[in-house]
Structures are given as structure tokens and as C-alpha cells.
């Protein structure tokens, strides 16, 4: 009863990919993994579809096959300049001891995308990638009332979707974390009930600052905030960090606390995107505003859902 099935599918991963999905802070939602799966008997990597301005960050190295991936060490961090993966890279020399990159992705269309992931895979021998959303709009099938911000978390899973690696997960941190974009919760949970039937809905765990995994992620959280307080943040791990200290109910307009936010929820990467409804036609885009307008016009032609409401 205490084995999740998420765990069971990485219990034999040797080389693991952990990737933020919707682009910025989504990465840090991989730090619990990363606590969890660090047993000294695998390699773990982290990369990030970034929001920075990657070319112009000093230290930061492209791959010269790849304009659009970026090696971004340590050394890249500074507080004068946007980019939590070089701020990760720090917290990972600081606090773990390990003198690690975090891979970075700009944002392009899938076709690119999907090329940098595939390098990255044979370059690192992956045989588990799980993407981390920050939210849970990565998991909505496409005719929802409001697809939140999609285009990063579709590339993302689009891109993934088309790889040769055996273990493929999605993870979704901050369940509620998403009023402000307008996501109806009724169809999140619906689709979880569709994923579920479907063998895709792979088990959930809580962030609790009981458990080592709960710890790192806050100390993650706060190192980078405390080092990007120029910058701006993350309202995603805000109200995360808020539902581990205890928060419940409204707080303004556009949120509302509860412990579904800290929880991780774990879902088959090839599931969700083989009964998303237009992932597909997604696959050819070349550059994220592609992405953006594709979406923007299926979406114009697929029967919408109306939104609904339940009583939490």
C-alpha cells in the first residue's frame, strides 16, 4: 500500500533527466525528486525550458550544434540578471556539495525542442526523463474552459513524447496554485478521473517539511528567491511554501490555500499526450509564437467545455 507506481517506474533508472516543463521556476518542483532518488547508485540531471535570455548570460555555454541549449553553471548566477537555473546550479555547489550545471533550453517550437532533448538524452544515456510542471495545467487535454499558459508545458510534452527512453513521467506540483489563469478545477479532476482509467495517474505524495525531500525544496525555494529579490519570482512555489506552513482558504481574489498545492501528483508522460486532443498537430511548430498560434486556433474550432464549479 505504501508503494506509489510512480516509484516503482523509476526504481530502476540509472541516469535520470528531471525538467521543468513550463519554463522559469518550474525546475525547482524537481528538487523533492532529486532528494528522494540521490542514493549514490544514479546520476541525476536537471534542465530547465528557460525564460532567460540565455545568449546574453555570462557563463552560460551553447552547445555549438545546438543554438538552442545552454550549459549554465554556477558561475552564471548573478543577481543583476533574470535566470533561476544558474541560481540552482549555485544552490547545488552550496548546499549538496555537487558542482553541477543545470541544461537550459530556449524557447523554441517542438521541432527544436525535441532535437536538444534528444541530443541530451544520448549525450547523458538517459533512461528516465520526468518533466515537472508547476501547476497542473500540463495534464488538461486541450477542450478545458481555460488551458492556463500552455505553450511551454505543450512543447515540453510534445517534445518528450517523441523520444526512445523506456520511463517517461509527468509530475505537477501546486494543484490550485492556478486561479489567476482561470483554471476550472472540476475538469482538472475530471481529467485526473480520464488519466485514471486510462492507467496514467501514477499516485501522489506530499511536501512536508517533516521529510528530507520537503526540506530540500524549501531551502531550494528560498535560496533562489533570496538571490533573485530583484527579479521576479515564482507565484507557483509562493503559495506552495504558504500551503506547507499551514495555509487554508482565500487570499485575495485569485488565491485560495489548501494542501492539494503541496502535493507532487505523478502521471505517464506518454499517457497524457496520447489522449491530449491535439498534442499531434503541435509536433512541426518551429518557434514558441508557432506554438501559441496554433493552439490559439484549434482551440477556435474545438467545442470548448463550459466552466463548471464544485464546492471546495
Known sequence: MLEQPFAERLAGARRVLLAGCGGGYDVLGAIPLLEALDDGQREIHLASLSFCYLNGLDGARQQPALPNLYEVPAAAATADAYCPEAWLARWLEERL????????????????????????????????????????????????????????????????????????????????????????????????????????????????????????????????????????????HKVVLAAMNGASGPDGPHIWFSPLLNQLWFFALDTVAETHLFLHELALTDSMWEVSARIEAIRKNLPVRLRSSIPI
Open 97 to 236: 556539495g555537487r558542482r553541477q550545471s543545470v541544461w537550459a533550453f530556449d524557447k523554441t517550437g517542438v521541432k527544436p525542442l525535441a532535437t536538444a532533448y534528444r541530443w541530451l538524452v544520448e549525450h547523458l544515456g538517459i533512461d528516465a526523463i520526468v518533466l515537472v510542471d508547476g501547476g497542473i495545467d500540463a495534464i488538461l487535454r486541450g477542450d478545458e474552459s481555460s488551458l492556463g499558459t500552455p505553450a511551454e508545458d505543450l512543447a515540453s510534452l510534445a517534445a518528450v513524447h517523441g523520444l526512445d527512453v523506456p520511463t517517461k513521467l509527468l509530475a505537477c506540483v501546486g494543484l490550485g496554485a492556478e486561479v489567476r489563469d482561470g483554471i476550472c478545477h472540476d475538469q482538472v479532476f475530471d481529467r485526473m478521473a480520464e488519466l485514471t482509467r486510462h492507467g496514467g495517474y501514477l499516485g501522489s505524495v506530499a511536501l512536508l517539511d517533516t521529510t528530507g525531500a520537503g526540506q530540500r525544496y524549501r531551502d531550494a525555494v528560498e535560496y533562489v528567491f533570496a538571490n533573485q529579490s530583484m527579479q521576479r519570482t515564482s507565484h507557483v
